[in-house]
Nanobody, 115 residues
Framework: QVHLVESGGGLVQAGGSLRLSCAAS????????MGWYRQPPGKQRELVAG???????HYADSVKGRFTISRDNAKNTVYLQMNSLKPEDTAVYYC?????????WGQGTQVTVSS
């Protein structure tokens, strides 16, 4: 069983920044697929940013140029730096990681962007 714990969410004004962290209970150096989803109020969960094979990164079009995903394998932690936040970024943000074909999820952290 792998546990993922997110932190760093909160309330911020439009144009502000937040950095989310996702700490894993197991090593992530060999994890190819790991990243962030979000679920806005009343909407489906959507991919925000993630690592894919070869340590490539993928971003949703809506966050390209504003959000940056990074990882620190020594700390078993993945980050999401969010800049130029917009009210439409308001959502619960979930970390995910795929270990040996199984998806693991964090409990989520709320991000609220006020206009």
């Amino acid at each position: 069983q792998v546990h993922l714990v997110e932190s760093g969410g909160g309330l911020v004004q439009a144009g502000g920044s937040l950095r989310l962290s996702c700490a894993a209970s197991a090593p992530i150096f060999s994890v190819n697929f790991m990243g962030w989803y979000r679920q806005p109020p009343g909407k489906q969960r959507e991919l925000v940013a993630g690592f894919t094979s070869g340590n490539s990164t993928h971003y949703a079009d809506s966050v390209k140029g504003r959000f940056t995903i990074s990882r620190d394998n020594a700390k078993n932690t993945v980050y999401l730096q969010m800049n130029s936040l917009k009210p439409e970024d308001t959502a619960v943000y979930y970390c995910y990681a795929v270990y040996i074909g199984y998806y693991y999820w964090g409990q989520g952290t709320q991000v609220t962007v006020s206009s």
